[in-house]
């Protein structure tokens, strides 16, 4: 397995290098050199390759997990040596701004905001906060409406970073340096660094959805806080409802209350019934969409292209818009995916309540990549499907 690990890693950095050497058009997922300053690519190429030295990235991750134990125990300590963290990765989102922070909607939400709206059906409290923040701090201070979207991102990527290493905490308590560096390796990070657009705040909340739903199926504790949760990403953004839709009656429908406690009560059977209607809403989607239902209409594909759409679901162009996309924002999955199907091999027939989590979330992402509409292009529209994917 560590081969097969080992070389499906290499492959993958050898295609980046590639892709931003060569500058192949059809590989925009991996081509940095448009995003970054040439010699930010060059490192990141240079560092990819180093951890491909397994003595280095041994040494790498030992002192990765050195500097962890290392972190003050003590509750002011911690508090301190937190806040300078934050500090310090606050500036680097705002220093390191992305150089194309406004595209399609990015442009559409400022504008909107200049013109007084305070509402936006599918991102409530996203644009509501992003609204009062510029009408309330930023315009009298002086700055412009993106400095509002730059201050917010900033402040969730530091929110999403804690939850990621608490995350990895969790998975993988003995090698939690390795596997945060591997998920923070998504190029899901962009979204932080002074992109202006509706996805930073939503992103950040995943990582503490998906430890809070994995705290409740395996320590058997009460669902309430994973349905809050729910609640606030749904109605910060719309799509954190529909990724999150399968997980939320997962737990919902383990839960049996006894006598004063809450058991758990997962079967493959309950996977599969959730896994077939998961696969039924999605389908119920393209059905509205194909009898002209405006609002599925627009946003969902048809499942081959026609005149109006060009691109189908099962059309070459929009499969290769997905593999991009996955390339951008799935690079830790793609890694590990043979690690992922082995674990699931060896735990058949019964499969750990964080597996079924998995799947139920790879189900759904998956659905949502292949069947919705990038209304904007697969380019332009990479930062929602970053969420999915």
């Given at each position: ?82 806040g300078v963290i934050s ?8 220093w390191f701004r992305a ?291």
């Open positions: 397995m560590q081969r097969i690990l080992t070389a499906v890693t290499f492959l993958i950095v050898a295609v980046f290098a590639v892709a931003n050497l060569v500058g192949i058009p059809s590989l925009w997922g991996f081509n940095l050199f448009k995003f970054l300053p040439a010699p930010w690519v060059w490192l990141s190429i240079g560092f990819a390759g180093l951890l491909l030295v397994p003595s280095i990235s041994r040494s790498l991750g030992i002192s990765l997990e050195a500097a962890l134990a290392g972190f003050p125990r003590r509750a002011a300590h911690a508090y301190a040596a937190a500090l310090v990765l606050g500036l680097l989102f705002v150089s194309l922070p406004l595209l399609g909607d990015g442009v559409l939400r400022t504008n909107e905001i200049l013109d007084g709206a305070w509402f936006y059906p599918s991102e409530m409290l996203d644009f509501l906060l992003h609204a009062a923040l510029f009408r309330f701090i930023f315009d009298p201070l002086g700055f412009d409406v993106s400095a509002t979207y730059w201050a917010t991102a900033a402040a969730a990527g530091i929110v999403f970073l804690c939850g990621l290493l608490r995350l990895a905490r969790y998975l993988y308590p003995s090698q939690a340096a390795g596997a945060f560096l591997l998920m923070v390796s998504s190029g899901l990070m962009v979204l932080f660094f002074g992109y202006v657009e509706s996805y930073a705040i939503v992103a950040a909340l995943f990582p503490y959805l998906i430890h809070s739903g994995l705290n409740i199926l395996d320590r058997r504790s009460s669902p309430r806080p994973f349905i809050l949760l729910y609640l606030l990403a749904a109605c910060t953004h719309l799509i954190a409802g529909i990724l999150f839709f399968p997980v939320l009656l997962l737990i919902l429908l383990t839960t049996r209350k006894g006598e004063g406690t809450i058991e758990r009560s997962v079967s493959p059977k309950m996977l599969t019934a959730l896994i077939v209607l998961t696969f039924g809403g999605f389908a119920a989607g393209i059905a509205g969409s194909m009898v002209g239902v405006d609002l599925l209409d627009r946003n969902i594909l048809p499942i081959i292209g026609t005149a109006a759409q060009s691109h189908g679901i099962f059309s070459p162009g929009h499969l290769a818009i997905i593999a991009n996309w996955l390339l951008l924002s799935a690079l830790p999955a793609l890694v590990l995916a043979p690690v992922l199907v082995n674990a699931l091999r060896i735990q058949r027939p019964s499969l750990s309540p964080s597996a079924m989590l998995a799947i139920l979330l790879g189900v759904s992402s998956g659905l949502f990549i292949f069947i919705f509409n990038p209304q904007l292009g697969g380019p332009r529209d990479w930062d929602l499907f970053s969420l999915p994917a």
